[in-house]
């Protein structure tokens, strides 16, 4: 009886165990399913978009459902064409693309659905080790800048300007430099100055080829400079999608807000081998005391409006090509995820 009962017991609790196990693949399979897929874009590799990084790294885009699909491009005009195409549903660029194409030809138009950076986060790096500086001193010199219309392009020109200098006769600015290639021609001796993001900025310095003198972000002040945009069909047909992107982003500025600078720097380590930890600490610390970082998603009309002098100051757009706020940002779902989060 007592052999009988036990094989009875073993019976059932195979069974048992069977069906839990059954259970939870099916519960693992239907996890899986709810996975939303999102192809995703930045247009480089730059500390300065931590907060999207730490989304990934610390499963905050997964947690929200997103399953997120992650390329760097070669800048942001490849990625706009991917935009307008279908081939990328979110992706990272300067806020003057939207406007841009609000003017352009294609009917398919891009709106802004929520905001990373705060302010240009690019430095202005000096040749040589230690150097005093004054915006005079950049007078007949060259500076090696980024590409014609882009945004560190621009607002390294409104810098200029806010310095009395003129970036159309004072300063040779040599924007023609491929971005992958930038690094390695400042090094090899193009340019008495330079615009970087860090970490490249630090490295410079830290290898004594040139000291960074001045932030073009705190110089130009606060200005809504790296947003993320989707097509405006791509937001009519999955706003639950961008709702969940919105809310891990926040989620993510938030964590970024409350962390250590060395608990940021291991975060974002996995985006930048080869990159010494010195170098992102001190990127992290930089950024972080400059308040470069947006510290919520939304982005306000006052932003765009500022934007839009910095492109008429630098004859990208024309002033009587001001564009309706809401024409070039859907501000929703940056409400919505400040409103869900208190």
């Known amino acids: 009886m007592n052999q009988a009962f036990a094989r009875k017991f073993a019976i059932s609790a195979f069974s048992a165990a069977a069906l839990l196990f059954s259970g939870m693949s099916a519960t693992t399979a239907q996890a899986q399913q709810a996975m939303t ?39 942001g005009d490849k990625i706009m064409a991917a935009l307008l195409t279908g ?28 905001g990373l950076a705060a302010a240009d986060g690019t430095f202005l790096v000096k040749r040589g080790k230690g150097a005093s500086f004054d915006w005079a001193d950049v007078k ?64 410079l310095e830290r290898e004594g080829v040139a000291t960074i003198v001045k932030s073009i972000g705190e110089t130009v002040g606060q200005v809504d400079y790296t947003v993320f945009v989707a097509s405006d069909d791509y937001i009519k047909k999955n706003p639950q999608t961008v709702q969940a992107w919105t809310n891990s982003i926040y989620k993510a500025q938030r964590w970024i807000d409350k962390a250590s ?21 001190s990127s992290v610390k930089r950024y972080r005391e400059k308040g470069l970082w947006k510290k919520d998603p939304l982005v306000k009309p006052e932003a765009i409006t500022k934007l839009e002098e910095i492109l008429i100051a630098g004859e990208t757009l024309k002033s009587d090509q001001r564009v309706k706020y809401e024409n070039v940002v859907a501000p929703q779902f940056a409400n919505e995820a400040i409103k869900a989060a208190q």
Not at 49 to 64: C, G, I, Q, R
Not at 180 to 195: K, L, Q, S, W
């Open 140 to 203: 007949g010199k060259k500076i090696l800048g980024w590409r014609k219309g882009s945004t560190p392009t621009l607002f390294l020109e409104e810098a200029l300007r806010m310095n009395k200098v003129n970036p159309n006769a004072d300063v040779e600015v040599n924007n023609n430099t491929a971005i992958p290639a930038r690094f390695g021609a400042f090094m090899a001796g193009t340019g008495d100055y330079a615009i970087f993001f860090e970490p490249d900025a630090s490295r």
């Open 261 to 281: 600078v060395e608990e940021i720097a291991d975060a974002i380590a996995s985006f930048f081998p080869g990159i010494e930890r010195q170098d992102l600490v």
């Open 37 to 75: 897929k999102v192809n995703y874009q930045e247009p480089t590799r730059a500390l300065f978009y931590a907060p999207s990084y730490v989304a990934m790294n610390k499963n905050f885009f997964k947690e929200a459902g997103l399953d997120v699909s992650f390329q760097t491009a070669a800048g």
């Open 87 to 114: 081939g990328v549903d979110i992706a990272l660029l300067g806020p003057e693309y939207p406007l841009y194409i609000w003017h352009g030809q294609s009917p398919l138009k891009i709106k802004i659905v929520s």
